[in-house]
C-alpha cells in the first residue's frame, strides 16, 4: 500500500510570524509524527499527529484522519476519521477535501450523499488536485449528483492526466477507445493505455488496439506517449 502520510515540502513558512517559538514546537511535533510513521512507530505517530492536529494544523489533521481511516495505531474509526478529515478540509487542505468527499460518496462513517461529495470533489479539483479531478470525472461519467456530461468528464481527466495521474489517463484512454463523447480514436486511446502501465485493464485495451491498429498507427501512438512522458518528466525535473 503506497504511504500518503503528508509531509509539508516547506516548513520554514509555518515559522514567518510571531512567536516563532510556538511555532517551532509545532513543526516539530508534526515532523516527529511524520518520523514516527515513516518507521511504523504507528501508537507515537497517532499520539504526535493528534498533538499537532488539536492545535489546528491541517496537515496533521489530515494525517490523524487517514490513519484511523487504515486503523493505523488505532482501531479503525471512520466517524473519527470524517471528523479529523473535515477539520482540515475547512481549511482548504485537499487531499482532506478529497478523502473526504470520498467517504460521503460510499458512505463510510456517514450517510451517503453524492451531493456533499461533489461539493468537496470540486473544491479540490479547483485546486488543481488530480485525484479529486479524476473522482469528479467519474461522477460526470456516470451521472451521479452531476448531469451526465462527457465532455465535462473528458476535460477532468485530461487535467489529472497530464499531472501524472494513472487512473485518469485509463479513463481518458477508455473515451477514446469508446468514442464517449468524442469520434473514437485507438491511436490516441492506445497512447493513454501506454502511459496508465498496469493500471486496471490497462494491458487488455492495448491488446485489443494492437489487432486492430496498423504498424505505422501503433509507432506513432508509442512515440506520443513516449514524447508525454520525456516532457513529464522533464517539467517534474525543474519542479
Known amino acids: 500500500m503506497n504511504r500518503r502520510i503528508f509531509r509539508p515540502l516547506v516548513l520554514t513558512g509555518l515559522l514567518a510570524v510571531a512567536g516563532a517559538g510556538l511555532h517551532f514546537a509545532h513543526a516539530n511535533v508534526f515532523e516527529n509524527a511524520v518520523s514516527a510513521y515513516?518507521?511504523?512507530e504507528y501508537a507515537e505517530a497517532i499520539e504526535s499527529f493528534r498533538e499537532a492536529a488539536e492545535d489546528g494544523n491541517a496537515d496533521a489533521q489530515f494525517n490523524l484522519g487517514l490513519m484511523y481511516l487504515k486503523g493505523e495505531g488505532v482501531e479503525e474509526d471512520?466517524?473519527?476519521a470524517l471528523e479529523w478529515f473535515t477539520k482540515s478540509?475547512?481549511?482548504g487542505n485537499v487531499r482532506?477535501?478529497?478523502?473526504?468527499a470520498r467517504m460521503y460518496a460510499k458512505g463510510k462513517g456517514v450517510q451517503p450523499d453524492y451531493g456533499t461529495a461533489v461539493n468537496w470533489f470540486r473544491k479540490a479539483a479547483d485546486q488543481g488536485y488530480p485525484d479529486a479531478q479524476y473522482s469528479l470525472g467519474v461522477l460526470y461519467v456516470t451521472g451521479n449528483a452531476v448531469p451526465l456530461n462527457y465532455k465535462q468528464a473528458q476535460d477532468l481527466f485530461q487535467k489529472a492526466a497530464d499531472q501524472g495521474n494513472a487512473s485518469a489517463q485509463y479513463?481518458?484512454?477508455l473515451m477514446y477507445f469508446k468514442g464517449k463523447g468524442m469520434k473514437p480514436d485507438l491511436v490516441e486511446g492506445y497512447k493513454w493505455m501506454l502511459l496508465a502501465g498496469d493500471y486496471d485493464d490497462a494491458?487488455?485495451?492495448r491488446e485489443y488496439a494492437e489487432k486492430q491498429l496498423s504498424e505505422d498507427q501503433l509507432e506513432k501512438a508509442k512515440a506520443l506517449a513516449e514524447e508525454w512522458q520525456s516532457e513529464f518528466d522533464a517539467n517534474?525535473?525543474?519542479?
Not at 96 to 100: I, P, S, V
Request: glycine share 4%; hydrophobic share 35%.
Open 78 to 80: 471512520y466517524a473519527q
Open 171 to 173: 479513463q481518458l484512454g
Open 203 to 205: 494491458a487488455v485495451y
Open 38 to 40: 515513516e518507521n511504523e
Open 96 to 100: 482532506a477535501e478529497t478523502n473526504l
Open 236 to 239: 517534474a525535473e525543474t519542479t
Open 89 to 91: 478540509a475547512e481549511q
